[in-house]
């Protein structure tokens, strides 16, 4: 398998990326952010509780995250994907050590981390400008914006130095036209596949 993990700030276009890597190398997505959406949307006792949290731009807890990712080995294997890649999951370094025990359970683990790397004046351009269409509570108000940026620098940024650690962090540049940025991100899968993928 393949197992990536599409890292970087609120804005900075993880999902989108995510959703065209999936395309091109047959991977099951995995967007906690999305993932929450929906549990929202389904007015569940977890969707309930996350919603406090989003609305604040504050991360959800640790342990309804990781709660939420438990099935998705045997979820990608069933589909006959040939990895998976996680979008906004691991946002703490709790996350992080819980994926490597899951993954390494399953046996299997983290491929690569690409980091995409925006500047702050560009994440909160992009933001409010999805504000206007995404009917996202936390896509709106500037201050959560910053909050969310804030937990970002304070939780979720020493993750990168987690995976730093594990040789397996590639920084990409994430300001450009989608194309350019996913082209890089491709270079850097290639050179991920053909040192670290297992069966
Ligand atoms: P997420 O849903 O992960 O939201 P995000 O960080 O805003 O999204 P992303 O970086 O994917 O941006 P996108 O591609 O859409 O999280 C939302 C909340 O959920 C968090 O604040 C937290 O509360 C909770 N949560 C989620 N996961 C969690 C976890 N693991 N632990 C705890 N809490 C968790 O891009 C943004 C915009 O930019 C889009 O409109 C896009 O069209 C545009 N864009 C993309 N690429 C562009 C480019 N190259 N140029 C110009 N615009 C671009």
Known sequence: MINLILFGPPGSGKG?????????????????????R????KGTTLGLEAK????????????????MIGNTVDIAKEQGRHGIIFDGF??????????DTLLLEKGTSVSGVLSLAVDEEE?????????????????NDVDTIRKRVQEYRT???????YYQHQGILMEVEGVGSIDD?????????????STHSDT
């Open 90 to 99: 691991p946002r703490t370094t709790a996350q992080a050590e819980a994926l």
């Open 155 to 161: 939780k979720t940024e020493p993750v990168a130095g």
């Open 38 to 41: 929906n549990e929202i949307a």
């Open 123 to 139: 994440l909160t351009q992009r933001i409010l400008k999805r504000g206007l269409t995404s009917g996202r509570s936390d896509d």
């Open 181 to 193: 940025i996913f082209q890089s991100l491709m270079n850097a899968v290639n050179t991920i596949s």
């Open 52 to 67: 406090k949290f989003m609305d604040q731009g504050i991360l959800v807890p640790d342990n309804v995250v990781i709660g």
């Open 16 to 36: 989108t990326q995510a959703e065209k890597l999936r395309e091109h190398f047959n991977l099951l997505h995995i967007s906690t952010g999305d993932l929450l």
